[in-house]
């Protein structure tokens, strides 16, 4: 008698939790029954005397009953100031035709060359439709648009979900295609094509011809293929982990078309510049876990990413936040992360004269051998009706460093691989 | 620095398909036990926003991207 009490007591508190919490898988996956939720940032990325660029984002949901998710989100993004050009220091001053070939610009003696001709404005738009379609299977698609000045990406996503084991596992496998078209100012440069100079020619159409004869005509495109397979787990009452594989096809034009090599002679003295190569293909594989937890007065993760793919890439992220709620309506946030990053195969800081040209090579620092560390800070206030008011204020630094290349003569007197310190500011609102 | 990694990393990657396998069957609780993960700052995007504009910028000034979902669309940013 007393165990069939138990027994359907047990049942009785299990049916109603199922549809307590039948509700609440409901309401993380549609926030509010026929509701719209928005979601609002401006956020300015600052780096010392380089990159400066302010990003506005929106975001918009919209359920549809308690099934259909429509996710819609703008960016529109300015960037502005100097960017490093590859080249490296001299101890004179250094000219440099512009990437259109109209005009130049001169970079001090002991400076790292920074091209100053970089500014773009991008817009992108994406949407995404999330449908439940039963208590075990979720799918979504969506599409992807970017466009800046000389670089359109357009893309579609897809993805399945599977829950079982009374939802304390999740399946989910996603894919996503994207088509670039990159259409460089002044046209996409002949692989390690020398820079030419106006002062070199007696007129302007010689110069331009000159000018032609490194570049490609017409703009080029680059497709990617992306796969990514994931499990969430629930571990206990307070903690969930989640793994991910990801694997990433690329191929077509992957040059940054703005980038160049300094040519260097035994005494590190440059006597010329060529624009850098690098290969049409790369295959990409990453794997990710996190864990969650919920505490009593806030909330923690952790996570690693691993990455490698067959330019010899190999990075290592460690990444966590820590929430602390002050009152139910006020936190604080810090956010922490480490970044290492092995270079590709073909990246050098420059070429030495006299050297057979490599197939592929770049110098841009992005590829080269770097650590990175991130430390931040957010405040987030909740305020009637639901709405709550964040900011985020972050250090990032990055922390190039030479690859083992020996540096000849005069070189060794500069700092090639320069810090790039930047700030992250940022102001949100959701309601 | 990396030769230090690379056994901790194959050990997380490890972990990771050990844990997802095993995990199906053995970790988890009771439906009425998930009154935390119901919270809004444990939804695995409570923090969407802020997520996608730090992948915008580290995809845009680092080597590698992606991971925690999909490397996503493209731009001319790196």
Redesign the interface.
């Known amino acids: 008698m007393q165990l069939t009490s138990k027994q359907s007591i047990a049942s009785a508190?299990?049916i109603?939790?199922?549809s307590?919490?039948g509700q609440?898988n409901a309401?993380?996956a549609v926030p509010a029954n026929d509701d719209w939720k928005v979601?609002a940032?401006i956020?300015y990325?600052g780096e010392q005397e380089r990159v400066q660029a302010v990003?506005a984002?929106g975001?918009v949901q919209k359920a549809f009953g308690d099934k259909s998710l429509l996710d819609m989100?703008v960016?529109i993004d300015s960037?502005t100031g100097s960017s490093a050009s590859g080249a490296v220091a001299q101890g004179e001053s250094q000219t440099f035709t512009r990437p259109s070939g109209k005009g130049e610009y001169t970079v001090g003696a002991g400076d790292t060359p920074l091209d100053d001709t970089f500014h773009?404005t991008?817009v992108?738009l994406?949407a995404n439709w999330q449908e439940v379609f039963n208590q075990d299977w979720t799918g979504n698609v969506g599409v992807?648009?970017?466009k800046?000045f000389?670089?359109l990406?357009?893309?579609l996503?897809a993805g399945l979900e599977r829950s079982?084991?009374?939802?304390?596992?999740t399946l989910a496998l996603?894919?996503?295609f994207?088509h670039?078209v990159?259409d460089p100012v002044g046209g996409r440069p002949v692989a390690f094509s020398e820079m030419v100079y106006r002062s070199d020619y007696n007129s302007d159409t010689e110069y331009q011809a000159a000018f032609d004869q490194t570049r490609l005509s017409g703009d080029d495109t680059?497709q990617?293929s992306?796969i990514?397979f994931g499990?969430?787990?629930?571990?206990?009452?307070?903690w969930?982990?989640?793994?991910?594989y990801?694997l990433?096809s690329v191929s077509g034009y992957m040059s940054?078309p703005y980038k160049i090599l300094s040519e260097v002679d035994s005494n590190g003295i440059t006597q010329g510049y060529r624009y850098e190569s690098r290969p049409d293909s790369r295959l990409?594989h990453?794997?990710?876990?996190?864990t969650?937890g919920?505490l009593d007065s806030g909330?923690v993760d952790f996570?690693?990413?691993?990455?490698t793919?067959d330019w010899d890439?190999?990075?290592?992220?460690l990444e966590t936040?820590y929430?602390y709620y002050f009152s139910p309506s006020f936190y604080g946030q810090l956010h922490l992360r480490y970044?290492?990053?092995?270079a590709?195969e073909f990246y050098q800081p420059f070429l030495t004269m006299g050297d057979t040209l490599p197939e592929y090579a770049s110098a841009d620092y992005?590829?080269g051998d770097?650590?990175?560390y991130t430390i931040g800070l957010?405040f987030g206030q909740r305020l009637s009706g639901g709405h709550e008011m964040t900011y985020?204020l972050e250090y990032?630094q990055?922390n190039p460093e030479n690859n083992g290349t020996e540096l000849p003569g005069q070189l060794q007197n500069y700092d090639l691989f320069p810090s790039?310190k930047a700030i992250?500011a940022?102001v949100?609102y959701s309601f | 620095?990396?030769n230090v990694?690379k056994p901790?990393?194959k050990t997380?990657?490890a972990?990771?398909?050990a844990?997802?396998i095993v995990?199906?069957?053995s970790?988890?609780?009771?439906?009425?036990?998930?009154?935390?993960?119901?919270?809004e700052?444990?939804?695995?995007n409570s923090?969407?926003?802020?997520l996608?504009?730090d992948d915008?910028?580290?995809f845009s000034?680092?080597?590698?991207?992606?991971?925690?979902?999909?490397?996503?669309?493209?731009?001319?940013?790196?």
């Open positions: 508190l299990a109603a939790s199922c307590l919490i609440a309401a993380e979601d940032a956020m990325y990003e984002i975001n989100k960016v960037l773009d991008r992108q994406s992807y648009g970017s800046e000389d670089y990406s357009m893309g996503n079982f084991n009374k939802n304390n596992t996603s894919g996503a994207t670039d990159v680059k990617t992306d990514m499990v969430t787990q629930i571990l206990n009452r307070n969930l982990m989640q793994a991910n990801g990433s940054d990409k990453s794997v990710y876990v996190m969650k919920a909330v996570s690693y990413r691993y990455s793919d890439i190999t990075s290592h992220t936040h929430r970044y290492q990053q092995q590709a992005r590829i770097m650590t990175a957010k985020r990032y990055q790039v992250v940022q949100s | 620095m990396t990694f901790i990393g997380v990657v972990l990771a398909i844990s997802s995990g199906c069957s970790l988890g609780v009771q439906p009425w036990e998930k009154d935390q993960f119901a919270r700052d444990m939804a695995l923090e969407k926003l802020d996608s504009l915008h910028i580290y000034k680092e080597g590698t991207s992606g991971g925690r979902s999909l490397a996503g669309g493209g731009c001319g940013c790196n």
